[in-house]
């Protein structure tokens, strides 16, 4: 069930749900207020457009009232902040040794699951490693695992250069791969959705940007994600990732012990307008 439902006291029979349902489902006779048609609620793609579309705040719908929901007017950043906020992202390889508090990762968190998937999908999950100590044990594993591939002269072809890596944890004890950051994020999807993923990044670039804006510094981790997915899947067990879930991206998350002071510059994009 969809629990669709609509407050006559609040509705003016716009006909705006009507005119936005992506499925067509929602239905006004002349007269009455809007529905759902008969037989058509398994349509339903929960995306919530009528309840985000009624301009009086009289739909309810998947048991979430509008009243829970924040306005949009009023509430937006201008554009020139955003502008700078994505010019500026950097890839943070320097941070802080210290945790994020657990109220602050399960905000951003909950922000990057606002991120948009296919048909609605929704089925992205973040793994996380909220603790330092989570994070720097995880790491002793996959560098412990990686220098015993480089002994039995294991490695992959084109991993080759994972030795550089390897060679300056075994003599330095310095951090290439997971850069000392005291949390991991990695996000997957079941591989049977229509575009698993896609739903990954998409939902990473929104956790990055996010945090960016709240001031946290971010990477995304391809020589983690690798090792993760393509050269230790025993990590991935560990990691408690199930075996149906295609491998998004890994992102490693914490306070930046570096503040960049401005944004840098690029040539102009390469640009195709279709004749």
Wanted: net charge neutral; hydrophobic share 40%.
């Amino acid at each position: 069930m969809i629990d669709f439902n609509v407050d006559s006291a609040r509705c003016t029979r716009c006909g705006q749900c009507v005119a936005d349902c992506p499925s067509r489902i929602i239905v006004m006779a002349t007269g009455e207020y809007p529905s759902i048609a008969p037989g058509k609620e398994f349509s339903c793609l929960r995306c919530e457009h009528c309840l985000a579309v009624c301009p009086e705040a009289a739909i309810s719908i998947l048991g979430f009232s509008p009243d829970g929901s924040t306005p949009l007017k009023g509430n937006l950043p201008e554009t020139d902040q955003l502008e700078t906020l994505i010019a500026g992202r950097r890839s943070v390889r320097r941070y802080c040794p210290e945790n994020l508090s657990p109220e602050l990762i399960d905000k951003l968190i909950t922000v990057a699951s606002c991120a948009p998937t296919g048909v609605n999908a929704r089925k992205v999950r973040f793994t996380v490693l909220d603790d330092r100590e989570k994070t720097a044990h995880f790491r002793d594993e996959v560098m412990e695992r990686l220098v015993r591939l480089l002994e039995e002269e294991a490695l992959p072809e084109s991993k080759a250069y994972y030795a550089r890596f390897v060679k300056v944890w075994q003599k330095h004890k310095i951090d290439l791969v997971f850069r000392d950051a005291p949390h991991l994020l990695i996000a997957t999807a079941p591989k049977s959705l229509s575009t698993p993923r896609q739903d990954c990044v998409i939902a990473l670039t929104t956790f990055e940007l996010y945090a960016q804006a709240c001031g946290i510094g971010t990477l995304w981790n391809g020589i983690a994600t690798w090792a993760i997915e393509e050269m230790l899947p025993e990590m991935r067990q560990r990691l408690g990732i199930p075996d149906d879930h295609a491998f998004g991206y890994a992102m490693l998350f914490g306070k930046p012990a570096v503040r960049y002071a401005r944004t840098v510059q690029h040539h102009p994009p390469e640009i195709y307008r279709v004749p």
